[in-house]
Antibody
Framework: QLVETGGGFIQPGGSLRLSCAAS????????MSWVRQAPGKGLEWVSV???????YYADSLKGRFTISRDSSKNTLYLQMNSLRVEDTAVYYC????????????WGQGTLVTVSS | DIQMTQSPSTLSASLGDRVTITCRAS??????LAWYQQKPGKAPRLLIY???TLGSEVPSRFSGSGSGTEFSLTISRLQPDDSATYYC?????????FGLGTKVEIK
């Protein structure tokens, strides 16, 4: 099971950290991603962290977001800085099916609303 | 970034119909392509990965095919539970990208 927390209402320019707690498997043993979905829109891949620790991000984020994990807490994180109105979305964490990029196990999502 | 173009954007079909959704990539993604089903208010569900491999516990009426830049998702006999939006995703190169989705409605 994957449970996201940390969403909420934030003003433009602010920061927020999302958490994704896993049970029944180790986040460090899988590629783990964040995917977001703006209200009424399609899916947008945000970031991935590999088992070895390498990280990759969507070009559109321009260095504002950072993915990380804490193996002792079996939790994935997404640090979001310099938030913009267009970052408003439901953020999902998801597990990779087996090292390729397809995502087979998703959390329920957490809503981030960026507004003044 | 690789652009993923899905067609149609919406389709309406009857129960038992064979339904096909197409996804075209702006450059080759080999077979690094997945299909997802999403219902309102729910997280996406993986249906197909590596273009044609059925996901865990996915009914056999779903199938995927294609390689390179042209892919398709087929539902062999449309069921009431198949009413949803379907997305393709390429994971050949960063940034991984999704299509805009195809909404499937039951007549």
């Amino acid at each position: 099971q994957l449970v996201e927390t940390g969403g909420g209402f934030i003003q433009p320019g602010g920061s927020l950290r999302l958490s994704c707690a896993a049970s029944e498997f180790l986040v460090s043993s899988y590629y783990m991603s964040w995917v977001r979905q703006a209200p009424g829109k399609g899916l947008e891949w945000v970031s991935v962290i590999y088992t070895g620790g390498s990280t990759y991000y969507a070009d559109s984020l321009k260095g504002r977001f950072t993915i990380s994990r804490d193996s002792s807490k079996n939790t994935l994180y997404l640090q979001m800085n310099s938030l913009r109105v267009e970052d408003t979305a439901v953020y999902y964490c998801a597990r990779d099916v087996g090292g390729g990029g397809a995502l087979d196990y998703w959390g329920q999502g957490t809503l981030v609303t960026v507004s003044s | 970034d690789i652009q993923m173009t899905q067609s149609p954007s919406t389709l309406s079909a009857s129960l038992g119909d064979r339904v096909t959704i197409t996804c075209r990539a702006s450059q080759t993604v080999y077979t690094w392509l997945a299909w997802y089903q999403q219902k309102p208010g729910k997280a996406p569900r993986l249906l197909i990965y590596d273009a044609s491999t059925l996901g865990s516990e996915v009914p056999s009426r779903f199938s995927g095919s294609g390689s390179g830049t042209e892919f398709s998702l087929t539902i062999s006999r449309l069921q009431p539970d198949d009413s949803a939006t379907y997305y393709c995703q390429q994971y050949n190169s960063y940034s991984w990208t999704f299509g805009l989705g195809t909404k499937v409605e039951i007549k």
